[in-house]
C-alpha cells in the first residue's frame, strides 16, 4: 500500500500569504497519479489539483500544483478567506487508492 | 448536471445490518467508476473501495475487505454500500463519489461527490 504523508499538519497563514503544503508518498507515482481535495467544514471534498498539476473546472489560479515522483506540492497565492480549509492528497497508481492525512490551512 | 444523491443519515444498533445509496444522474452511470470514502469524526478521508457499474467489476481497499460489500442496480443508477453487522466503530460520514473519466481504467481520481450519509452506531 502506498503511504502519503502531508506536512505540516497545521499551517496558519493570513489572507494574503502564500500556502505551501507538502504530499510525500512511498512509491513512485510518476506525475500523473495524485490529485489534492478541499474540504470545508461540514462538506464534501472537493478537487482542486488533478495530474499532480491541472487545476480542476471552476479553480482559481492562485492554486498550483507541482511534482512527480515522490514529491508533490500545493500551492496557494494570495489566500482568500474561502481558502481556509483542510487539504488532502490522493494517489491513484496502485490499488489501494490512498489519501493523506490532511493538512489544516487556518486563519493565523 | 451531475449528481450523486445519499441516502439519509442512520442510526443503528450494533450487530444490526445497513445499506446506504448513493444515485448517481446526470451522466451515463454504467461507464465511471464510482466509490466510497469513509471519514471517522473528526478524521481523515479513507479509501473503502469503487466499483464499475456496468460489469460490477469491484476493487477493495484491504482496510475493508471484508468487513463491506459495494454494490450497483445499474438499472436505476444506484449504488450501494452494506454492511451485516455493524459494530460503533463504524460510526462515520460515508461519501460517494464518481471518477472524472468514462473510462474501464480504474486508475483516476474522484470528481464528483455525494452529500455524505451519516452512519451513528450506538446502542
Known amino acids: 500500500e502506498t503511504v502519503l504523508t502531508q506536512s505540516p499538519g497545521t499551517l496558519s497563514l493570513s489572507p494574503g500569504d502564500r500556502a505551501t503544503l507538502s504530499c510525500r508518498t512511498s512509491q513512485n507515482l510518476g506525475s500523473t497519479y495524485l490529485a489534492w481535495y478541499q474540504q470545508k467544514p461540514g462538506q464534501a471534498p472537493t478537487v482542486v489539483i488533478y495530474?499532480?498539476?491541472n487545476r480542476a473546472t471552476g479553480i482559481p489560479d492562485r492554486f498550483s500544483g507541482s511534482g512527480s515522483g515522490t514529491d508533490f506540492t500545493l500551492t496557494i497565492n494570495r489566500l482568500e478567506p474561502e481558502d481556509f480549509a483542510v487539504y488532502y492528497c490522493?494517489?491513484?497508481?496502485?490499488?489501494?487508492?490512498?489519501f493523506g492525512q490532511g493538512t489544516k490551512v487556518e486563519i493565523k | 448536471e451531475v449528481q450523486l444523491v445519499q441516502s439519509g443519515a442512520e442510526v443503528i444498533k450494533p450487530g444490526e445490518s445497513l445499506k446506504i445509496s448513493c444515485k448517481g444522474s446526470g451522466y451515463n452511470f454504467i461507464t465511471y467508476w464510482i466509490g466510497w470514502v469513509r471519514q471517522m469524526p473528526g478524521k481523515g478521508l479513507e479509501w473503502m473501495g469503487i466499483i464499475y457499474p456496468d460489469d460490477s467489476d469491484t476493487r477493495y481497499s484491504p482496510s475493508f475487505q471484508g468487513r463491506v460489500t459495494i454494490s450497483v442496480d445499474k438499472s436505476i443508477n444506484i449504488a450501494y454500500l452494506q454492511w451485516s453487522s455493524l459494530e460503533a466503530s463504524d460510526s462515520a460520514m460515508y461519501y460517494c463519489?464518481?471518477?472524472?473519466?468514462?473510462?474501464?481504467?480504474?486508475?483516476?481520481?474522484?470528481?464528483?461527490w455525494g452529500q455524505g450519509t451519516l452512519v451513528t452506531v450506538s446502542s
Open positions: 495530474g499532480a498539476s
Open positions: 463519489a464518481r471518477h472524472h473519466r468514462p473510462s474501464r481504467d480504474p486508475r483516476d481520481f474522484f470528481e464528483y
Open positions: 490522493q494517489q491513484f497508481a496502485g490499488a489501494p487508492w490512498t
